[in-house]
Structures are given as structure tokens and as C-alpha cells.
């Protein structure tokens, strides 16, 4: 299976077959949403222009992992960043910063975190970290290999586990077609961090609306694998069948949490 898929479907809870618990999230929910049909689709074309344009001579379909895996890395960075936040808020601590606070202190709530959201990740180890040296570090691809080996450690043992295990196999820093030598594939890499770091993507969403990381993985899905002579069917349940199971599977009650799409 596509663990980056079906991780991703399991942690936004959309449109996805299996099923539709929240590995990463939660039950946040907030404002601040794509408001129109418009913005969306203007936000899309900008997303495709930066993912096709940085993939080069390398071919969309297999392209795809890069920033489909570098938008989930960034998705559970800010997601976990968010949760501490609010929890620190609620203790009275509202100017704290998680990404700010060094790797050792940081280990104090490593249990807490696995416990109630699947994962754990170092500061030094977010998102929005790395993306600040990345095309300065010569060794980026050892980095973020360390990087997703421990954020799919950090869930073993847990409940988590199989859900986070080989999460980012399928991103492989070492990836002849990503360039001929090292230093050319950390210099592509670090370009594909630094434009999803760029994305107007938001990290939460709304009851009602899509949340625009699950609406932009649907999207890229849709492009790559229309590129490819694909159906994006084949790898996503669209948003519009998801929408309807999870109205019929909750008509008669509403708290039902699970629901199984073959």
C-alpha cells in the first residue's frame, strides 16, 4: 500500500480508504480556510507550477513522493508545533515556542506526545527548521533520512506504529534522477523544501470546509496521475464519495468515528 497515502488520509481524517482516524491531528479545528472556489483553484495552478517546474527532467508520477512527502512533513510539523502550543496556552505560557527550545528538553514530553498524537518529533527534526539551513547543509540527505527514521521510531511500541511504519520509504534522497552527483540532489531537495515551505497551506481546518493540505494532496494526485495515464481514483477516494459514505455511515449516529471504504 501507499503508506504516504493512506498516512496522510488517517492523519487529516479525509477522503480515504481504510480507515478515517486521526493519527496526527486531533479534533483541531479552526478558521482560516481557502474561502472561494476561486482562491482554491488560483491556489492550485500556483502548486503546480512550483511541483512541475522544480522536478526538472525527473518524471512527474515518480516526482511526486517528493512533495507529496515534503508537504505530510511539513503537515506534522506544524500539526505537533500547534498541539503543544495550545496545550502550554492553556497552562498559562501563551508566548512559548516548541521549535525554538533545544532537543534535550524537548525529550520531557516525548511519551506524552506519542500517547496522544502517534508521533514525536525533535525541534531540531521540524519542518520549519530544517527547510531554514537546508540548502546550505552538504549532508541534507543523511539529515532527512535520520530525520524520517526517527519520526517512524518514535511510534513503535505505540498504536501508531503501523501506521508510521515506512511512512517515508518512498522518499529516497538518493534517487539517481533527482541529480548525478550528492550535491545536486540535496541542492533539488532542498529547492522542493524550501517552495512547500513557501505554500499557502494553512495547518488547520474548518468543520465544514476542506482543509487545504488534504485539498492540495487530492489535487497533486489528480495532476500526477492524469500526467501518467492514470486515474487518481485508483489511489484516493474523491472527496465528493468520501462526503457521502461519512453522511450515510453517520445519519442514524452521529458519533461514529470509523468508517471502511474497500
Known amino acids: 500500500k501507499n ?28 478558521d482560516g480556510y481557502m474561502a472561494t472556489k476561486e482562491e482554491r483553484a488560483e491556489l492550485h495552478k500556483t502548486i503546480w507550477k512550483i511541483a512541475n517546474d522544480l522536478r526538472g527532467s525527473v518524471d512527474g508520477w515518480e516526482f511526486k513522493a517528493y512533495v507529496l512527502g515534503s508537504i ?10 500547534d498541539y503543544i502550543h495550545q496545550l502550554m496556552k492553556e497552562a498559562g505560557q501563551e508566548n512559548f515556542d516548541y521549535s525554538a527550545i533545544d532537543d534535550e528538553m524537548a525529550e520531557n514530553i516525548r511519551q506524552k506526545m506519542v500517547e496522544e498524537k502517534g508521533y514525536f518529533i525533535l525541534p531540531s527534526q521540524l519542518f520549519q527548521n530544517v527547510v531554514q539551513w537546508a540548502d546550505k547543509d552538504e ?9 524520517f527514521r526517527s519520526i517512524e521510531a518514535s511510534a513503535q511500541g505505540a498504536a501508531s506504529e503501523e501506521d508510521l511504519r515506512g511512512l517515508f520509504s518512498d522518499f529516497s534522497v538518493d534517487n539517481q534522477a533527482l541529480g548525478s552527483t550528492v550535491i545536486k540532489r540535496n541542492q533539488l531537495l532542498a529547492k522542493v523544501l524550501w517552495a512547500v515551505s ?18 492540495t494532496y487530492e489535487f497533486l494526485m489528480q495532476m500526477y496521475a492524469s500526467q501518467a495515464g492514470k486515474s487518481g ?13 461519512a453522511r450515510i455511515a453517520s445519519w442514524t449516529n452521529p458519533k461514529i468515528n470509523k468508517v471502511y471504504d474497500p
Open 3 to 30: 503508506k504516504l497515502k493512506k498516512s496522510i488520509e488517517n492523519c487529516i481524517g479525509f477522503r480515504g480508504a481504510g480507515t478515517a482516524k486521526n493519527l496526527a491531528c486531533g479534533n483541531a479545528r479552526a
Open 72 to 81: 505530510f512533513y511539513r503537515f506534522i510539523s506544524e500539526n505537533i508545533c
Open 139 to 147: 549532508n541534507l540527505n543523511e539529515h532527512l533520512t535520520i530525520i
Open 198 to 215: 513557501n505554500m499557502e497551506l494553512g495547518s488547520k481546518f474548518n468543520d465544514t470546509n476542506n482543509d487545504t493540505f488534504g485539498d
Open 233 to 245: 481514483g485508483e489511489f484516493f477516494t474523491p472527496q465528493q464519495v468520501s462526503e457521502l459514505l
